[in-house]
């Protein structure tokens, strides 16, 4: 199989992620639930993937990093826990619905009000328009790090100095990108910053979390035991347990480890590299198609190696299914849990069909990727 569905999850992951995965199974224990050998095992596989979480994001907080079941879960983390009665939040047409439902839910509850850096019809966020929202209430400012459509990168350095700028934290979601893009959370001043451990980290899945600065408290999202203060009646109030009930996932967090020492050695910026000669070789490749429509800018070092296209006389649906039987290659179609920027692509009845790379993916792909919508145009062509 050719697997262009790396946006969704990784399915070819470095060796040693499974094998930590396979040890950890046949003999780790229950992290902070004991003090036999395999209970340390665990625990030292999760201390160390905290510290390698922070070395990879630029930040110098490594018990501030949480962990958590997957990125849903720690944006949920995040919005509840610092959003409050009378709240004001600014937010983009590029997000994900893990970013959207949250926000709604607390919107409908009338806990918030929410605004939107509108997306235009060609991918690209106002960012003109974002001054203009700001209110005295405004609480915190919520973008992710990259559209999982178009692949798109958001103006991350702007948009938290405009928050900064009026009082308001910032809060990113790098589920797409984290892994490959680089990102300095000090050095940004990134207020939280939410991931998933299975897109580009290339960890299990069941991997996730949030690292916190110092100077915002968050309310738990789950209460429940941490192994440590067992007789206080209420969540630690240190991190992480504060915003860590219940066991630990040590199995998974144990490839999550693995894949962030794979990372760190390999280095981020090849990671990037790579998908951006891809997404150029594939762009270049299918442009001539007749039919073929990509959605987005096509400023390549603007982007992750996502491409999303339709193709004429075919819905997106009906295209992945042939990709997938006929020629065996992965890809996702419909809205990809992104119905606003579907809406500012004109695509939200239609949806569309996605490609995404990763490291493992090669040249050799890419160019079977071209033959295939190449020849099923072809095919639709014939039968007109």
């Not at 992290?31 to 630029?58: E, W």
């Not at 206080?232 to 040590?250: I, R």
């Not at 997404?279 to 390549?300: A, T």
């Amino acid at each position: 199989m050719i697997y262009l569905n790396n946006a969704a999850t990784t399915i070819q992951k470095p060796p040693a992620v499974t094998e930590a995965v396979m040890a950890a199974l046949a003999g780790a224990g229950s992290c902070s639930r004991g003090a036999s050998t395999s209970d340390l095992v665990a625990a030292r596989s999760v201390a160390n993937a905290r510290v390698r979480l922070a070395r990879l994001i630029g930040f110098a907080h490594p018990e501030r990093v949480v962990f958590t079941q997957n990125a849903t879960m720690a944006l949920n983390t995040a919005l509840f826990g610092m959003l409050h009665e009378g709240d004001h939040v600014i937010t983009t047409d590029f997000e994900h619905n893990s970013v959207l439902r949250p926000l709604h839910e607390l919107e409908r509850r009338g806990i918030i009000e929410l605004d939107y850096v509108r997306a235009d019809a060609s991918g690209r966020l106002r960012m003109e328009e974002l001054e203009g929202l700001f209110r005295p209430t405004t609480r915190a400012v919520v973008a992710t790090h990259a559209s999982n459509l178009t692949g798109a990168v958001t103006d991350v350095p702007e948009l938290v100095r405009a928050a900064h700028g009026h009082g308001a934290r910032f809060v990113l979601d790098a589920s797409q990108t984290l892994g490959a893009l680089p990102v300095g959370m000090d050095e940004l001043g990134i207020d939280v910053l939410c991931f998933t451990g299975h897109k580009a980290l290339m960890g299990p899945q069941g991997t996730g979390g949030l690292a916190v600065v110092p100077d915002l408290g968050l309310a738990p999202l789950v209460h429940g035991g941490t192994g440590v203060k067992s007789a206080d009646p209420f969540q630690p109030p240190s991190y992480p347990e504060h915003l860590e009930a219940g066991t630990m996932n040590a199995h998974g967090l144990a490839g999550l480890d693995a894949a962030l020492e794979f990372l760190l050695e390999l280095g981020v910026e090849r990671v990037a590299e790579h998908d951006w000669k891809l997404r150029e070789r594939f762009i270049q490749g299918v442009s001539s198609i007749p039919g073929l429509v990509v959605y987005g800018d096509r400023d390549g070092h603007g982007h992750t190696g996502v491409v999303a296209l339709n193709l004429e006389g075919i819905d997106s649906s009906s295209l992945a299914d042939r990709l997938a039987c006929e020629y065996d290659i992965a890809t996702r179609a419909g809205l990809h849990c992104a119905p606003r920027m579907h809406a500012a692509l004109g695509t939200l009845e239609r949806g569309a069909v996605r490609f995404s790379f990763g490291w493992y993916t090669t040249e050799d792909d890419i160019d079977a990727a071209i033959f295939a919508l190449r020849d099923i145009a072809c095919d639709l062509g014939d039968a007109k």
